[in-house]
């Protein structure tokens, strides 16, 4: 299943936040979650809060991200969340086969 780097950065800092926050993330941790998160959505590390700025950061698996659509705009309406960053993240042996297929081609050409 793929994996993805989620930065959410949260909403106002006000003690009532930060404490839904670490409660919603805490939560999802351990692997309990809302009913509008999909079924297949599993934290995998994390969560990690950035010392710099108000950002939670974790590592989770789904097949299809789109389908967080719902819960993340309930939460960014709520102002628990102001926006977020999905990367995708690839294997480092990914990368080494596509060296391969690219040095090969480049070699036979």
Do not use: C, H
């Not at 999802?28 to 700025?53: C, F, H, Q, Y």
């Not at 950002?55 to 989770?60: C, G, L, N, R």
């Not at 042996?93 to 081609?105: E, I, L």
């Amino acid at each position: 299943m793929p994996l993805f780097l989620n930065e959410v950065w949260l909403g106002d800092i006000k003690p009532e936040l930060i404490e839904e926050a670490v409660t919603f993330f805490g939560n999802l941790s351990v692997g309990t979650k809302p009913d509008n998160l999909p079924p297949d959505l599993r934290m995998i590390a994390g969560p990690w809060l950035s010392a710099e700025e108000a950002k939670v950061m974790f590592i989770f698996e789904i097949d299809d991200p789109s389908t967080m659509f719902d819960a993340y705009a309930e939460r960014v309406v709520s102002g628990l969340f102001a926006r977020r960053k999905l990367t995708l993240l690839s294997g480092w042996d990914q990368m080494k086969a596509y060296t391969d297929r690219v040095t090969d081609s480049v070699a036979n050409a």
